[in-house]
């Protein structure tokens, strides 16, 4: 599902806020994105001039050495030399690895979006870990170029100190990541620990690391304890993370090793996934940092380590126990914030498409003349506007209408039925209008529950007509009574004259239902029903009944409600293009009602583009609400669903050669990465999408 554009406040002409975050929708970032590559150049321009120094001035480098060490040009100081040298090169090429890797982050978070804030941490991390390599790469080479021994000192204090800053960095972000799976897990995981672990670790390593670099006497700097507990601290912090890391994902994974009976198909693949994906996600974590503590242990035993061999090739140890710290690291942060991770992947569920029984062709001229009747029929933008604005006032036909509370049920009841009544004989609503319009097709048809308010029916369609990503906004402005500034809107776009199938206003209710409820059922919950829908919502008194003298059909050819599916197959045969408008109330109670759902499915298998307006843009996520929504619609079966009239149920039924296939299907088409509901879980919030799934999976085992 494209998250659409969302237009300007019709009170303000400013942009509205996000219905996820409250943020406003950024609108670019210029001055930033100069910044940014201005930093990246004089970035890029250092990172030559280390790379290319060495080659150019071999020869001056090496006599600035000697001239340092005060010693001659023998042998043994050649072999020291290029010991230095390889060092200095392990260095330079760490610092390349994670100038491209920093490139690639920074132009990716230049486009204008909402930014996580764990991006940024990733940023500021692997820049540190750049200026890391390059001030231990000149360290190595260049020390010797600062005439001053106590400034020497200062400065070669300065690649410890980044060490320990990245460090630091590394361990925020494990921290940040893990908070902000708590709130999707909603309770702790261990975050405050690694903070604690984060501050110890620093202020060790940073109080030996200056120890080490500005000891006068030499005594702490000579200490192989110094160095060697520096190389422990790190590595038992990284344990620490690599072990709370662990027990925080498996504690996730857990509800994903029980399948529940209760929850459809595609649930069951949703929960399948995020366990193979937890389970992984665990390893990819734990042996880059196990590897990553092991190596500084190995480079910090090599300090009281007395054997010759390894005193000559200390340098080249410690240079590429930096470059493995250095590569597992940044593996592990990659792996953490999902860049090497793929989308979710689209769970593949074929079967077979709804059952229509006899074809179009086969249909009898009567079936056919009234299915080609209905296709006929629209509702413009323009006159669903002028319609909505009629109600609520004193004097006409709904003057008790409350935008708030009064559903499509109520407006069809009290409305829709009376307006259209032309003397002993009614007629559909949409055939009211200019003659000439009426003559153009709907492009457009509208799947709506008739429990939901009028107000969010009428927004949806609005919010659809201009290409905004939900009808929350349009919902407050009409709700306030902006109808007319909301129909210049859809003017300026020209989108009033778009035309849309809705069945309330194209339906001629005078053929069936104006006239009475239904047969009354005896008891439980189709009683309670059966009384809420003979009930105005607002007033609680019985709707008065439509007397006229038009003919009542609920079934067979002449009948104008059982035909929406040959309908849709004709309109989209005319006009490829045709698309169908899934209007989501704000309980999801579309997705229980027999003649939404099948009218989903149909449109799915008939190849229909649909697209899907929600009250506001959000996933469903974890708070009490989001979970009970997920659990009713995760359990939703066809068979299970509700109409207003038991024929009607019983028709669609029967039209499903199996259940099962038509429940998987359903679940698919909802839930699927190209579903109804889907949501594009990429790169920062894959892992949050599994710890998501995992608490959905949790709360419909009946755990908590």
Same mark, same amino acid.
């Given at each position: 599902m494209?998250?659409?554009?969302t237009?300007?406040?019709?009170e303000?002409?400013?942009?509205?806020?996000?219905?996820?975050?409250?943020?406003?929708i950024?609108?670019?970032h210029p001055?930033r994105?100069?910044?940014?590559?201005?930093?990246?150049?004089i970035?890029v321009?250092?990172?030559v001039?280390?790379?290319t120094?060495? !080659?150019?001035? =071999?020869e001056?480098?090496?006599? /600035?050495? +000697? %001239?340092?060490?005060s010693k001659? &040009?023998?042998?043994? @100081?050649?072999?020291?030399?290029?010991r230095?040298?390889?060092?200095?090169?392990?260095y330079?090429?760490?610092?390349?690895?994670?100038?491209?890797?920093?490139?690639?982050?920074?132009?990716?978070?230049?486009?204008?979006?909402?930014?996580?804030?764990?991006?940024?941490?990733?940023e500021?991390?692997?820049?540190?870990?750049?200026?890391?390599?390059?001030?231990?790469?000149?360290?190595?080479?260049?020390?010797?170029?600062?005439?001053?021994?106590v400034l020497?000192?200062?400065?070669?204090?300065?690649?410890?100190?980044?060490?320990?800053?990245?460090?630091?960095?590394?361990?925020?972000?494990?921290q940040?990541?893990?908070?902000?799976?708590?709130a999707?897990?909603?309770?702790?995981?261990?975050?405050?620990l690694?903070?604690? !672990?984060?501050? =110890?670790?620093?202020?060790?390593s /940073?109080? +030996? %690391?200056a120890?080490?670099?500005l &000891?006068?006497?030499? @005594?702490?700097?000579?200490?192989?304890?110094t160095?060697?507990g520096?190389k422990?601290?790190?590595?038992?912090?990284?344990?620490?993370?690599?072990?709370?890391?662990?027990v925080?994902?498996?504690?996730?994974?857990?509800?994903?090793?029980?399948a529940?009976?209760?929850?459809?198909?595609?649930?069951?693949a949703?929960?399948?996934?995020?366990?193979?994906?937890?389970?992984?996600l665990?390893f990819a974590?734990?042996?880059?940092?196990?590897?990553?503590?092991?190596?500084?242990?190995?480079?910090?035993a090599?300090?009281?380590?007395?054997?010759?061999?390894?005193?000559?090739?200390?340098f080249?140890?410690?240079?590429?126990?930096?470059l493995?710290?250095?590569?597992?690291?940044?593996?592990?942060?990659?792996?953490?914030?999902?860049?090497?991770?793929?989308?979710?992947?689209?769970?593949q569920?074929?079967?077979?498409?709804?059952?229509?029984g006899?074809?179009?062709?086969?249909?009898?001229?009567?079936?056919?003349?009234?299915?080609?009747k209905?296709?006929?029929?629209?509702?413009?933008v323009?006159?669903?506007?002028?319609?909505?604005?009629?109600?609520?006032?004193p004097g006409?036909?709904?003057p008790?209408?409350?935008?708030k509370?009064?559903?499509?049920?109520?407006v069809?009841?009290?409305?829709?039925?009376?307006?259209?009544?032309?003397?002993?004989?009614?007629?559909?609503?949409?055939?009211l209008?200019?003659?000439?319009?009426?003559?153009?097709?709907?492009?457009?048809?509208?799947?709506?529950?008739?429990?939901?308010?009028?107000?969010d029916?009428?927004?949806?369609?609005?919010?659809?007509?201009?290409?905004?990503?939900?009808?929350?906004?349009?919902?407050?402005?009409?709700?306030?009574?902006?109808t007319?500034?909301?129909?210049?809107?859809?003017?300026?776009?020209?989108?009033?004259?778009?035309?849309?199938?809705?069945?309330?206003?194209?339906?001629?209710?005078?053929?069936?239902?104006?006239?009475?409820?239904?047969p009354?059922?005896?008891?439980?919950?189709?009683?309670?029903?059966?009384?809420?829908?003979?009930?105005?919502?607002?007033?609680?008194?019985?709707?008065e009944?439509?007397?006229?003298?038009?003919?009542?059909?609920?079934?067979?050819?002449?009948?104008?409600?059982?035909?929406?599916?040959?309908?849709?197959?004709?309109?989209h045969?005319r006009?490829?293009?045709?698309?169908?408008l899934?209007?989501?109330?704000?309980?999801?109670?579309?997705?229980?009602r027999?003649?939404c759902?099948?009218?989903?499915?149909?449109?799915?298998?008939?190849?229909l583009?649909?697209?899907?307006?929600?009250?506001?843009?959000?996933?469903?996520?974890?708070?009490?609400?989001d979970?009970?929504?997920y659990?009713?619609?995760s359990?939703?079966?066809?068979?299970?669903?509700?109409?207003?009239?038991?024929?009607?149920?019983?028709?669609?039924?029967?039209?499903?050669?199996?259940?099962?296939?038509f429940?998987?299907?359903?679940?698919?088409?909802?839930?699927?990465?190209?579903?109804?509901?889907?949501?594009e879980?990429?790169?920062f919030g894959?892992?949050?999408?599994?710890?998501?799934?995992?608490?959905?999976?949790?709360?419909?085992?009946?755990?908590i």
């Amino acid at each position: 599902m494209t998250v659409r554009a969302t237009c300007l406040d019709v009170e303000t002409g400013q942009a509205p806020r996000c219905a996820s975050g409250g943020c406003k929708i950024p609108q670019g970032h210029p001055q930033r994105t100069l910044t940014k590559w201005c930093s990246l150049a004089i970035i890029v321009i250092v990172q030559v001039f280390a790379s290319t120094y060495p !080659v150019l001035h =071999a020869e001056e480098w090496y006599q /600035a050495f +000697l %001239s340092w060490r005060s010693k001659p &040009d023998d042998p043994m @100081t050649r072999t020291f030399w290029e010991r230095r040298l390889i060092q200095y090169w392990f260095y330079v090429v760490a610092a390349v690895v994670v100038l491209v890797i920093c490139a690639g982050v920074v132009s990716t978070s230049m486009r204008p979006q909402c930014h996580d804030r764990l991006e940024k941490t990733l940023e500021h991390y692997l820049l540190t870990k750049w200026a890391v390599c390059i001030s231990f790469a000149a360290h190595t080479g260049f020390l010797w170029f600062i005439p001053h021994e106590v400034l020497r000192n200062v400065v070669g204090l300065l690649p410890d100190l980044l060490q320990v800053f990245s460090e630091y960095l590394l361990y925020s972000m494990f921290q940040d990541r893990l908070h902000f799976l708590e709130a999707a897990w909603g309770r702790s995981l261990g975050s405050v620990l690694i903070g604690y !672990v984060k501050i =110890a670790a620093v202020m060790l390593s /940073a109080g +030996l %690391s200056a120890a080490g670099s500005l &000891d006068p006497s030499y @005594t702490m700097a000579m200490s192989p304890f110094t160095w060697s507990g520096i190389k422990a601290i790190y590595a038992s912090a990284t344990l620490c993370i690599a072990a709370i890391m662990w027990v925080a994902l498996s504690r996730v994974r857990l509800p994903t090793c029980t399948a529940s009976a209760f929850v459809g198909q595609y649930t069951h693949a949703e929960r399948k996934w995020a366990k193979e994906y937890l389970g992984r996600l665990r390893f990819a974590l734990a042996i880059p940092l196990c590897l990553d503590a092991c190596s500084a242990l190995v480079v910090g035993a090599s300090f009281h380590c007395s054997a010759p061999w390894l005193f000559k090739f200390n340098f080249l140890i410690e240079g590429l126990q930096r470059l493995l710290s250095l590569i597992t690291e940044v593996t592990s942060m990659l792996l953490l914030v999902g860049i090497f991770q793929l989308q979710k992947p689209e769970i593949q569920l074929q079967v077979p498409s709804m059952q229509r029984g006899v074809s179009s062709e086969q249909r009898s001229r009567r079936w056919r003349k009234v299915v080609s009747k209905l296709a006929n029929r629209g509702m413009n933008v323009g006159m669903l506007l002028d319609f909505y604005e009629q109600l609520g006032r004193p004097g006409s036909c709904m003057p008790m209408y409350n935008p708030k509370v009064s559903t499509t049920n109520d407006v069809v009841r009290h409305a829709i039925i009376p307006m259209s009544r032309a003397g002993a004989y009614g007629r559909a609503y949409a055939n009211l209008g200019d003659p000439a319009a009426r003559k153009v097709p709907p492009t457009r048809m509208v799947t709506h529950n008739w429990d939901n308010t009028f107000l969010d029916l009428v927004s949806a369609i609005v919010a659809d007509a201009l290409n905004e990503g939900a009808y929350e906004h349009i919902a407050n402005q009409l709700a306030d009574g902006h109808t007319g500034k909301i129909r210049q809107l859809v003017a300026s776009v020209g989108a009033l004259q778009l035309r849309y199938w809705i069945c309330a206003f194209c339906v001629n209710q005078h053929a069936g239902i104006c006239g009475g409820f239904g047969p009354q059922p005896a008891e439980g919950a189709a009683r309670r029903r059966f009384e809420k829908n003979r009930r105005d919502t607002a007033t609680n008194e019985v709707f008065e009944l439509c007397h006229c003298r038009t003919p009542k059909v609920f079934s067979g050819d002449q009948c104008e409600m059982n035909k929406f599916d040959d309908m849709m197959a004709l309109l989209h045969g005319r006009n490829r293009s045709f698309t169908q408008l899934v209007a989501v109330d704000r309980e999801f109670d579309i997705f229980t009602r027999a003649w939404c759902v099948a009218e989903l499915v149909q449109a799915s298998v008939s190849g229909l583009v649909q697209h899907v307006q929600l009250h506001e843009r959000r996933q469903l996520d974890i708070s009490s609400v989001d979970v009970a929504i997920y659990a009713k619609i995760s359990r939703l079966k066809v068979e299970n669903c509700q109409a207003s009239r038991p024929q009607d149920k019983a028709d669609i039924l029967r039209k499903i050669p199996c259940f099962a296939d038509f429940n998987t299907q359903l679940h698919a088409l909802i839930f699927g990465e190209k579903g109804l509901l889907r949501c594009e879980f990429r790169g920062f919030g894959l892992l949050d999408a599994a710890v998501r799934t995992a608490r959905r999976m949790e709360v419909l085992n009946g755990e908590i």
